[in-house]
């Protein structure tokens, strides 16, 4: 038996745990459904296969003879509960199936809020459009109660907007099912933290700047710092230990987006977006190192301090394009830019990139640090230009 570390999903969001589970001298084995997958060739064992086929994903792990020592993921609340069962079947730590379950289903997560007193938007599921247009009270959001990347969430303002958005939330759940939320106004900030044991270890707090609607939420930027008080983020904080602690993470990484004082929702798990990477350069926490010791059972409080930072300022800056079949993708001239410290993209040459309808159509990322706000948003244009992108856009016809 050849002993590795199980990476559950093979998409760039995972590149972290892959270095790092290296690093620390595990060789890696990629799960990925998708034979595109950019991590099963950077694996030293790639495995084709959706991970939400848990037992068919053991009889792999058996046909390949790998003995996992870990499992883990981040970056995509689809596979969080897959890796919790797998986790389970095979004897190693991990996050407990039934707080991946309540993480996975907003219906089950708004439950856990409510019993808790977390704050959170009012609503409830809807069987049909019809029953959405009943429980309409004003500007809402329906969504699929397993979604992720904003796939078919949509702003409601008028009842004869609900028909076409319950549709799309509709279509876009796994399960069949969607909910009907009261839209919150103000800022988005995400709030990273990680627990063990019961124990909250703040990360960082990050302005979440959002696209133009349509598409609704989707994230263009991650900034820090928040330009909070420390008082302001201290009450943060404290929320996000509380909505971690209702839908029972005790141990492992908590991802919690919130507007004012109410929790939109919790990922337990690592943010997609690059939050970890960026937290270690502006905060020196290291999350992914510990995520990684977390899975492989040798966390301990001591990984879970804040060593030094590199800059005051930072953020991750994601690149959004029109769609269109791609010629050329290179982001080695951003990489040459004085605090650049990653560039990267989702897709690849001869795909076709299709129109932003969600956070899964971005077209890549960079991760930046500055002195300041001003050379941050200086160096973002500059790096921004740099990235050599060419992409043939369709024009309609007539």
Same mark, same amino acid.
């Given at each position: ?5 199980? /990476? ?11 270095? @790092? ?17 950019? =991590? ?25 003879? &790998? ?10 609340? @689809? ?10 079947? +095979?004897?190693?730590?991990? /996050? ?23 704050? %959170? ?20 959001? +329906? ?41 919150? !106004? ?8 990680? =627990? ?19 598409? +609704?939420?989707?994230? $263009? ?11 302001? !983020? ?22 919690? @987006? ?5 929790? $939109? ?17 502006? %905060? ?13 059972? !040798? ?10 930072? $590199? ?41 076709? +990139?299709?129109?932003? %309808? ?30 050599? &992108? &060419?992409?043939?856009?369709? @024009?309609?016809?007539?």
């Amino acid at each position: 038996m050849r002993p590795a570390f199980v /990476l559950v999903g093979g998409s760039r969001s995972q590149l972290g745990l892959l270095e @790092q589970a290296r690093a620390l001298g595990h060789e890696v084995c990629v799960v990925d459904g998708a034979e595109t997958a950019p =991590l099963l060739a950077e694996a030293e064992i790639g495995i084709v296969r959706n991970f939400v086929e848990v037992d068919a994903v053991l009889e792999d792990l058996r046909a390949h003879e &790998v003995e996992p020592v870990a499992v883990a993921t981040m970056g995509s609340d @689809q596979a969080v509960l897959p890796t919790a069962r797998l986790a389970e079947r +095979l004897g190693l730590p991990g /996050l407990p199936v039934r707080t991946a379950e309540t993480v996975a289903d907003k219906r089950k997560m708004r439950a856990a809020f409510e019993a808790a007193a977390v704050p %959170t938007a009012t609503g409830r599921e809807v069987a049909s459009a019809d029953d959405a247009a009943t429980a309409f009270e004003g500007p809402s959001v +329906l969504k699929p109660v397993d979604g992720s990347a904003q796939r078919g969430v949509t702003e409601v303002r008028a009842p004869e907007e609900i028909p076409a958005a319950f549709e799309r939330a509709l279509a876009a759940s796994r399960t069949g099912a969607v909910v009907l939320e009261r839209y919150l !106004e103000g800022d988005e900030l995400t709030i990273n933290g990680f =627990l063990l044991d019961g124990e909250y270890f703040p990360m960082s707090i990050t302005k979440r700047l959002l696209h133009p609607p349509p598409p +609704l939420g989707v994230c $263009i930027a991650h900034r820090y710092p928040s330009g909070l008080s420390e008082k302001r !983020e201290r009450e943060l904080f404290d929320l996000a230990h509380r909505g971690s602690k209702a839908v029972g993470i005790e141990t492992g990484p908590s991802y919690v @987006q919130v507007r004012e004082d109410f929790v $939109i929702e919790v990922g337990a798990r690592l943010g997609g977006g690059k939050d970890a990477e960026l937290a270690k350069l502006v %905060t020196g926490f290291d999350a992914v190192r510990a995520n990684v010791l977390w899975a492989l059972g !040798e966390l301990g409080a001591e990984d879970l301090h804040r060593g030094e930072a $590199i800059a005051t300022h930072g953020q991750v800056r994601f690149v959004v394009s029109p769609p269109g079949r791609i010629v050329r993708l290179d982001a080695s001239p951003a990489l040459t830019l004085d605090g650049v410290h990653e560039a990267g993209f989702y897709w690849r040459e001869g795909m076709v +990139l299709p129109p932003l %309808t969600s956070g899964a159509e971005r077209l890549g990322y960079l991760v930046l640090t500055a002195a300041g706000e001003d050379e941050l948003d200086d160096l973002t244009d500059r790096a921004l230009r740099a990235l050599d &992108v &060419v992409i043939a856009v369709e @024009q309609p016809v007539g």
